[in-house]
């Protein structure tokens, strides 16, 4: 895995270029994450496991927050750049509320031509080395950027909610933004893609995930991370996760 930093001119877009590979057949437990993600397939062939079966990604998708964990299937030799979005990022790039996105994953032909996203490919195909294809991928975000002013609102809404490692009311948080409940919902999904009590509940749990020592009593940090008790949280760490707390982390 490589991790590319993007040129000055989408920073405040988008937080990061991963490029993908494998050699052999892979399944990658995908946990639910606080930003939108476009997969960019340069070879082989990915699938997403469900209820429903193998959904295979087509070569250009985003998607959208979500609140359980999917199970990722990489074929034999494949690779992806995955573009990582920053928090209300992806709407310099989209016309669209993200919230209309959450718990999927669309075809980018979506909201790019596909002339345009045939000849992006055509580009990638013509470098050779990764670097080049990173290059290619974010020359081709900066020509389709259309910068809006971002709402500090909303900004500021999510630097307290990852302050506070999600665990804050929703209310007082809105109190605090001098706007009513309501409103601050319907504003907070679209520019971000998921409820303010959705986007809490994944960097709770996240932050549980990464900050509780082996160490530490569980159920200290359960409860200190405002569960109701022990049962509520493995019900919804499974959820999360796919797996019991301690086959997790343990």
Not at 2 to 20: A, H, N, T, W
Not at 21 to 36: A, G, I, M
Not at 223 to 240: C, M, N, P, V
């Amino acid at each position: 895995m490589q991790v590319f930093e993007p040129v000055s001119y989408l920073r405040p877009y988008i937080k990061s270029f991963m490029v993908v590979e494998s050699t052999h057949p892979v399944v990658n437990r995908l946990l639910p994450d606080t930003t939108l993600v476009a997969a960019i397939r340069l070879r082989g062939q990915v699938t997403f496991n469900n209820e429903s079966g193998h959904i295979a990604l087509p070569t250009f998708s985003i998607s959208g927050l979500r609140k359980s964990y999917r199970m990722a299937e990489y074929a034999d030799a494949s690779a992806n750049i995955l573009v990582h979005f920053k928090e209300g990022g992806a709407r310099a790039f989209l016309d669209l509320p993200m919230h209309e996105l959450f718990e999927s994953s669309v075809n980018l032909d979506l909201f790019f031509a596909p002339s345009a996203l045939m000849a992006l490919q055509e580009q990638m195909e013509a470098q050779q080395s990764i670097h080049g294809k990173v290059n290619t991928v974010q020359q081709f975000f900066i020509s389709r950027l259309c910068p809006q002013q971002h709402d500090l609102l909303i900004a500021h809404a999510v630097e307290k909610i990852k302050t506070a490692n999600g665990i804050l009311s929703i209310r007082e948080l809105s109190d605090h933004l001098y706007i009513s409940i309501d409103a601050f919902e319907k504003r907070f999904r679209r520019v971000v893609g998921a409820t303010p009590k959705q986007f809490s509940d994944i960097v709770r749990m996240k932050s549980l995930i990464v900050h509780t020592p082996l160490s530490h009593k569980l159920l200290d940090s359960v409860l200190d991370a405002g569960f109701f008790d022990q049962s509520h949280f493995i019900r919804e760490f499974k959820k999360f996760t796919g797996q019991t707390p301690k086959a997790f982390l343990y």
